[in-house]
């Protein structure tokens, strides 16, 4: 077996980096998570958590999802999905390499919006989709007569609203 001297092995190790997902989460204060430990980076300080992206999807036609799992055994996470929901809440997720001097050379893999989460006593799923068409069926809830709205506008009806077209539609019925 051969015996690497000292300087070598320095030289290698600087060369090594290794890998970190660096996520944020739009929360009333955000939330910015490092699967790496505690790093600083674009001017912020990214907490150490239990972090892992589940999924990064793409289907080609611009629809994207992400599922971000976030470690829950303090309940934190939990607390702030439940109290602040997730909806339409800005995410967005990071690939990180960090060298031997701790820098992160960093590269976004998914900017979206958050649409739904699962909260368990051991972790926290967020699923978050792409920002565009995905996101312009407002409100969540279904606004129907089932839901107690009695006086609905007809299919197809069009209203502006903030600079936008609003259309009406309704779900296939058999």
Same mark, same amino acid.
């Given at each position: 077996?051969?015996?690497?001297? @000292?300087? %070598? =092995?320095?030289?290698?190790? *600087? ?7 660096? +996520?944020? /989460? ?52 939990? @607390?702030? %999905? =439940?109290?602040?929901?997730? *909806? ?7 690939? +990180?390499? /960090? ?76």
């Amino acid at each position: 077996m051969k015996t690497l001297d @000292a300087a %070598l =092995l320095a030289e290698l190790s *600087a060369l090594q980096t290794r890998p970190v997902v660096l +996520a944020e /989460i739009g929360f009333s204060t955000a939330a910015r998570l490092s699967s790496g430990g505690d790093i600083t980076w674009n001017g912020h300080v990214w907490a150490s958590a239990s972090l892992r992206v589940d999924r990064l999807t793409a289907d080609g036609s611009g629809r994207a999802r992400a599922r971000l799992v976030i470690g829950n055994t303090d309940s934190e996470i939990g @607390a702030l %999905l =439940l109290n602040q929901r997730i *909806a339409d809440r800005s995410i967005r997720i990071w690939e +990180a390499w /960090i060298d031997a001097a701790g820098d992160p050379q960093v590269k976004e893999a998914f900017t979206g919006a958050g649409s739904s989460f699962e909260v368990g006593p051991k972790e926290a799923a967020i699923t978050a989709v792409l920002l565009g068409s995905s996101l312009r069926h407002s409100p969540r809830e279904m606004i129907s007569a089932a839901y107690g709205f009695s006086r609905l506008r007809p299919a197809r009806t069009k209203f502006p609203w903030n600079g936008a077209e609003i259309v009406i539609e309704r779900p296939m019925t058999a």
